[in-house]
Protein backbone atom coordinates (compact mmCIF):
# COMPACT_ATOMS: atom_id res chain seq x y z
CA UNK A 1 0.00 0.00 0.00
CA UNK A 2 1.49 3.19 -0.71
CA UNK A 3 1.71 6.19 1.65
CA UNK A 4 -1.21 8.61 1.42
CA UNK A 5 -0.90 12.32 0.30
CA UNK A 6 -2.67 13.37 3.60
CA UNK A 7 -2.05 13.16 7.43
CA UNK A 8 -5.15 14.73 9.43
CA UNK A 9 -3.56 14.81 13.04
CA UNK A 10 -6.25 15.32 15.77
CA UNK A 11 -5.39 15.33 19.40
CA UNK A 12 -8.51 14.40 22.05
CA UNK A 13 -8.44 14.56 25.47
CA UNK A 14 -11.76 14.58 27.30
CA UNK A 15 -13.79 15.08 24.32
CA UNK A 16 -16.63 12.27 24.30
CA UNK A 17 -19.34 15.15 23.79
CA UNK A 18 -17.80 16.26 20.42
CA UNK A 19 -16.41 13.29 19.03
CA UNK A 20 -19.03 11.66 17.07
CA UNK A 21 -19.83 14.89 15.50
CA UNK A 22 -16.61 15.45 14.61
CA UNK A 23 -16.40 12.00 13.18
CA UNK A 24 -19.72 13.05 10.93
CA UNK A 25 -18.03 15.49 9.55
CA UNK A 26 -14.49 14.83 8.86
CA UNK A 27 -14.96 12.12 6.83
CA UNK A 28 -17.04 13.43 4.26
CA UNK A 29 -15.10 16.32 3.80
CA UNK A 30 -11.99 14.37 3.59
CA UNK A 31 -13.62 11.77 1.34
CA UNK A 32 -14.95 14.95 -0.92
CA UNK A 33 -11.24 16.02 -1.70
CA UNK A 34 -10.22 13.22 -3.85
CA UNK A 35 -7.22 12.64 -2.24
CA UNK A 36 -6.01 9.39 -0.28
CA UNK A 37 -5.96 10.13 3.37
CA UNK A 38 -5.26 8.73 6.94
CA UNK A 39 -6.68 10.58 9.83
CA UNK A 40 -3.99 10.11 13.26
CA UNK A 41 -6.21 10.19 16.32
CA UNK A 42 -3.91 10.55 19.79
CA UNK A 43 -5.63 10.14 22.72
CA UNK A 44 -3.85 12.26 25.69
CA UNK A 45 -4.97 9.92 28.64
CA UNK A 46 -8.81 10.77 28.19
CA UNK A 47 -10.78 9.64 31.37
CA UNK A 48 -14.14 9.83 29.56
CA UNK A 49 -14.80 7.51 27.03
CA UNK A 50 -12.99 9.14 24.28
CA UNK A 51 -10.36 6.01 23.90
CA UNK A 52 -13.77 3.37 23.51
CA UNK A 53 -15.32 6.33 21.14
CA UNK A 54 -11.56 6.15 19.06
CA UNK A 55 -11.61 2.26 19.17
CA UNK A 56 -14.83 1.75 17.94
CA UNK A 57 -14.22 4.46 14.83
CA UNK A 58 -11.06 2.27 13.98
CA UNK A 59 -12.96 -0.93 13.87
CA UNK A 60 -15.59 1.10 11.07
CA UNK A 61 -12.79 2.91 9.19
CA UNK A 62 -9.95 0.96 10.01
CA UNK A 63 -8.73 1.39 6.04
CA UNK A 64 -7.79 5.36 7.11
CA UNK A 65 -8.09 5.57 10.46
CA UNK A 66 -4.99 5.22 13.06
CA UNK A 67 -5.33 6.19 16.66
CA UNK A 68 -2.72 6.22 19.00
CA UNK A 69 -3.12 5.68 23.34
CA UNK A 70 -1.03 7.31 25.70
CA UNK A 71 -0.36 6.07 29.01
CA UNK A 72 -1.25 9.48 30.84
CA UNK A 73 -1.86 12.93 30.04
CA UNK A 74 1.05 14.74 28.59
CA UNK A 75 -0.17 17.89 27.04
CA UNK A 76 -1.84 18.72 23.28
CA UNK A 77 1.40 19.39 21.79
CA UNK A 78 3.20 16.13 22.95
CA UNK A 79 -0.19 14.96 21.23
CA UNK A 80 0.86 16.57 18.53
CA UNK A 81 4.21 15.59 18.35
CA UNK A 82 3.54 11.90 18.87
CA UNK A 83 1.01 12.34 15.22
CA UNK A 84 3.71 14.05 13.00
CA UNK A 85 6.12 10.81 14.40
CA UNK A 86 4.21 8.83 12.79
CA UNK A 87 2.10 10.81 10.11
CA UNK A 88 2.93 9.43 6.41
CA UNK A 89 1.67 12.04 4.49
CA UNK A 90 3.32 14.46 2.33
CA UNK A 91 1.06 16.96 3.61
CA UNK A 92 0.12 16.69 7.15
CA UNK A 93 -3.09 19.01 8.75
CA UNK A 94 -3.25 19.29 12.40
CA UNK A 95 -7.08 19.81 14.04
CA UNK A 96 -8.61 20.44 17.44
CA UNK A 97 -11.16 17.86 18.23
CA UNK A 98 -13.48 20.25 19.26
CA UNK A 99 -15.08 21.40 16.40
CA UNK A 100 -14.16 24.71 16.55
CA UNK A 101 -12.51 24.97 13.29
CA UNK A 102 -14.76 23.40 10.24
CA UNK A 103 -12.87 20.24 8.73
CA UNK A 104 -14.51 21.37 5.72
CA UNK A 105 -12.44 23.99 5.30
CA UNK A 106 -8.92 21.93 5.31
CA UNK A 107 -9.41 21.97 1.49
CA UNK A 108 -8.86 25.56 1.57
CA UNK A 109 -5.50 24.85 3.53
CA UNK A 110 -4.68 22.01 0.96
CA UNK A 111 -5.09 24.30 -1.94
CA UNK A 112 -2.72 26.93 -0.75
CA UNK A 113 0.03 24.06 -0.41
CA UNK A 114 -0.27 23.29 -4.17
CA UNK A 115 0.39 26.78 -5.02
CA UNK A 116 4.05 25.76 -3.03
CA UNK A 117 3.28 27.14 0.30
CA UNK A 118 5.28 24.82 2.51
CA UNK A 119 3.24 26.27 5.89
CA UNK A 120 0.12 27.72 6.01
CA UNK A 121 -1.18 29.18 9.22
CA UNK A 122 -4.82 30.01 9.99
CA UNK A 123 -6.92 32.81 10.87
CA UNK A 124 -10.21 32.87 12.39
CA UNK A 125 -12.97 34.44 10.71
CA UNK A 126 -15.11 35.11 13.60
CA UNK A 127 -14.03 34.72 16.38
CA UNK A 128 -16.41 33.20 19.09
CA UNK A 129 -14.49 33.51 22.43
CA UNK A 130 -15.47 35.63 25.25
CA UNK A 131 -14.19 39.15 25.11
CA UNK A 132 -11.16 38.58 27.54
CA UNK A 133 -9.45 35.90 25.57
CA UNK A 134 -10.08 37.81 22.40
CA UNK A 135 -7.97 40.93 23.65
CA UNK A 136 -5.39 39.20 25.96
CA UNK A 137 -4.87 36.77 22.26
CA UNK A 138 -4.17 40.38 20.47
CA UNK A 139 -1.91 41.33 22.85
CA UNK A 140 0.01 38.45 23.50
CA UNK A 141 -0.05 37.98 19.77
CA UNK A 142 1.66 41.76 18.81
CA UNK A 143 4.45 41.28 21.73
CA UNK A 144 5.49 38.06 20.56
CA UNK A 145 5.91 39.02 17.24
CA UNK A 146 8.05 41.59 18.38
CA UNK A 147 9.95 39.36 20.51
CA UNK A 148 10.31 36.15 18.36
CA UNK A 149 9.89 37.95 14.93
CA UNK A 150 7.66 34.72 14.25
CA UNK A 151 4.92 36.14 12.71
CA UNK A 152 1.09 34.24 12.95
CA UNK A 153 -1.65 36.22 13.14
CA UNK A 154 -3.50 34.25 14.86
CA UNK A 155 -1.88 31.63 17.17
CA UNK A 156 -4.51 30.17 19.05
CA UNK A 157 -6.02 28.84 15.90
CA UNK A 158 -4.26 25.24 15.89
CA UNK A 159 -6.08 24.23 12.56
CA UNK A 160 -2.91 24.26 10.20
CA UNK A 161 -0.55 22.40 7.20
CA UNK A 162 2.57 21.45 6.92
CA UNK A 163 4.57 20.22 4.03
CA UNK A 164 6.74 16.73 4.79
CA UNK A 165 9.93 18.85 4.74
CA UNK A 166 8.83 20.41 7.47
CA UNK A 167 7.23 18.17 9.78
CA UNK A 168 11.12 15.99 9.11
CA UNK A 169 12.62 18.98 10.58
CA UNK A 170 10.13 19.57 13.54
CA UNK A 171 10.87 15.56 13.94
CA UNK A 172 14.24 16.03 14.86
CA UNK A 173 13.95 18.42 18.00
CA UNK A 174 14.23 17.01 20.78
CA UNK A 175 12.99 19.82 23.10
CA UNK A 176 10.23 19.20 25.58
CA UNK A 177 8.41 22.07 25.64
CA UNK A 178 7.94 23.94 22.30
CA UNK A 179 4.97 25.90 20.54
CA UNK A 180 4.44 23.59 17.25
CA UNK A 181 3.12 26.23 14.79
CA UNK A 182 6.18 28.61 16.26
CA UNK A 183 8.68 25.80 15.74
CA UNK A 184 7.53 24.59 12.32
CA UNK A 185 7.28 28.66 11.02
CA UNK A 186 11.33 28.82 11.94
CA UNK A 187 11.72 25.65 9.30
CA UNK A 188 9.61 27.07 6.55
CA UNK A 189 10.60 29.00 3.66
CA UNK A 190 7.45 30.11 1.74
CA UNK A 191 4.60 30.46 4.86
CA UNK A 192 1.10 31.76 4.36
CA UNK A 193 -2.15 32.20 6.01
CA UNK A 194 -5.81 31.68 5.17
CA UNK A 195 -8.81 32.85 7.15
CA UNK A 196 -11.15 29.77 8.11
CA UNK A 197 -14.37 29.65 9.90
CA UNK A 198 -14.67 29.77 13.38
CA UNK A 199 -17.56 27.75 15.64
CA UNK A 200 -18.44 27.46 19.05
CA UNK A 201 -17.84 24.51 20.84
CA UNK A 202 -20.97 22.28 19.99
CA UNK A 203 -20.50 20.54 23.46
CA UNK A 204 -17.64 19.70 26.38
CA UNK A 205 -15.58 22.69 28.01
CA UNK A 206 -12.13 24.93 26.61
CA UNK A 207 -8.84 22.96 28.07
CA UNK A 208 -7.38 26.34 28.08
CA UNK A 209 -7.54 28.01 31.26
CA UNK A 210 -6.28 31.62 31.18
CA UNK A 211 -2.74 30.02 33.62
CA UNK A 212 -2.89 27.81 30.38
CA UNK A 213 -2.43 30.57 27.88
CA UNK A 214 -0.03 32.40 30.02
CA UNK A 215 2.03 30.02 30.26
CA UNK A 216 1.75 29.12 26.52
CA UNK A 217 2.75 32.40 25.79
CA UNK A 218 6.04 32.37 28.13
CA UNK A 219 6.94 29.20 26.01
CA UNK A 220 6.56 31.33 23.30
CA UNK A 221 8.75 34.11 24.35
CA UNK A 222 11.10 31.78 26.19
CA UNK A 223 11.52 29.16 24.19
CA UNK A 224 12.17 31.13 20.60
CA UNK A 225 13.98 34.45 22.12
CA UNK A 226 16.82 35.77 24.56
CA UNK A 227 15.09 38.94 24.01
CA UNK A 228 13.49 38.94 27.35
CA UNK A 229 16.88 38.53 29.18
CA UNK A 230 18.43 41.47 26.95
CA UNK A 231 15.60 43.63 27.70
CA UNK A 232 15.95 42.73 31.33
CA UNK A 233 19.76 43.33 31.75
CA UNK A 234 18.55 46.85 29.97
CA UNK A 235 16.21 47.74 32.30
CA UNK A 236 18.80 46.61 35.33
CA UNK A 237 21.42 49.11 33.95
CA UNK A 238 18.55 51.74 33.91
CA UNK A 239 17.65 51.25 37.22
CA UNK A 240 21.52 50.93 38.28
CA UNK A 241 22.21 54.38 36.81
CA UNK A 242 18.81 55.96 37.90
CA UNK A 243 19.57 54.98 41.54
CA UNK A 244 23.43 56.25 41.45
CA UNK A 245 21.85 59.73 40.14
CA UNK A 246 19.87 59.35 43.05
CA UNK A 247 22.08 58.80 45.98
CA UNK A 248 24.07 61.70 44.75
CA UNK A 249 20.59 63.70 45.07
CA UNK A 250 20.17 62.64 48.48
CA UNK A 251 23.38 62.91 49.08
CA UNK A 252 23.96 66.61 48.10
CA UNK A 253 20.45 67.55 49.83
CA UNK A 254 21.11 66.29 52.99
CA UNK A 255 24.53 68.62 52.59
CA UNK A 256 22.12 71.78 51.39
CA UNK A 257 19.18 71.15 53.63
CA UNK A 258 20.24 68.64 56.05
CA UNK A 259 17.98 65.64 57.60
CA UNK A 260 14.76 65.47 56.26
CA UNK A 261 11.73 63.07 57.57
CA UNK A 262 9.51 63.78 55.13
CA UNK A 263 11.77 61.77 52.60
CA UNK A 264 11.63 58.33 54.33
CA UNK A 265 8.20 57.03 52.74
CA UNK A 266 9.34 58.00 49.17
CA UNK A 267 12.39 55.98 50.03
CA UNK A 268 10.37 53.07 50.97
CA UNK A 269 8.49 53.61 48.03
CA UNK A 270 12.10 53.41 45.35
CA UNK A 271 12.95 50.40 47.55
CA UNK A 272 9.59 48.35 47.08
CA UNK A 273 9.94 49.40 42.85
CA UNK A 274 13.49 48.03 42.81
CA UNK A 275 12.27 45.24 44.48
CA UNK A 276 9.41 44.33 42.44
CA UNK A 277 12.29 44.71 39.59
CA UNK A 278 14.57 42.15 40.94
CA UNK A 279 11.36 39.65 41.63
CA UNK A 280 10.77 39.88 38.32
CA UNK A 281 13.98 39.29 36.59
CA UNK A 282 14.27 36.23 39.24
CA UNK A 283 11.31 35.05 37.79
CA UNK A 284 12.29 35.40 34.31
CA UNK A 285 15.41 34.10 34.92
CA UNK A 286 13.88 31.42 36.41
CA UNK A 287 11.82 30.67 33.48
CA UNK A 288 14.81 30.01 31.46
CA UNK A 289 16.80 28.12 34.10
CA UNK A 290 13.16 25.91 34.16
CA UNK A 291 13.66 24.85 30.44
CA UNK A 292 17.32 24.12 31.04
CA UNK A 293 16.21 21.76 33.71
CA UNK A 294 13.48 20.38 31.67
CA UNK A 295 15.68 19.43 28.97
CA UNK A 296 18.86 18.42 30.89
CA UNK A 297 16.31 15.49 32.60
CA UNK A 298 15.80 13.86 29.27
CA UNK A 299 12.66 12.10 30.06
CA UNK A 300 10.63 11.10 27.36
CA UNK A 301 8.30 13.45 25.89
CA UNK A 302 5.17 10.82 26.12
CA UNK A 303 4.67 7.11 26.62
CA UNK A 304 2.35 5.46 24.06
CA UNK A 305 0.16 2.75 25.24
CA UNK A 306 -1.45 0.85 22.03
CA UNK A 307 -1.25 2.13 18.32
CA UNK A 308 -4.01 0.99 16.55
CA UNK A 309 -3.06 0.48 12.99
CA UNK A 310 -4.34 -1.89 10.45
CA UNK A 311 -3.18 0.09 7.47
CA UNK A 312 1.17 -0.52 8.76
CA UNK A 313 -0.74 -3.93 9.22
CA UNK A 314 -1.57 -4.72 5.80
CA UNK A 315 1.81 -3.32 4.96
CA UNK A 316 4.26 -5.39 6.90
CA UNK A 317 1.95 -8.31 5.34
CA UNK A 318 2.39 -7.56 2.18
Known amino acids: MNAPILSVVIP????????????????PALDALAKSYEIIFVNDGSRDRSAAMLTQQHKLRSDVTRVILFNGNFGQHRAILAGFAHARGTQIVTLDADLQNPPEDIGLLLAEMDKGHDYVGSIRRQRNDSWWRHAASRMMNKMRERITRIKMT??????RAYSR?????????????TFIPALAYTFSHNPTEVVVGHEERHAGESKYSLYSLIRLNFDLMTGFSVVPL??????????????????VYLFLRR???????GGLFTLFAIAFFLIGIALFGVGLLGEYIGRIYMEV????????ATILDTTSEKNQAS
Open 12 to 27: VYNEEASLQMLFDRLY
Open 154 to 159: DQGCMM
Open 165 to 177: GVIDMVNQCSEMN
Open 230 to 247: QLFSMVGMMISIGSALLV
Open 255 to 261: LLIGPEE
Open 297 to 304: RQRPRYQI
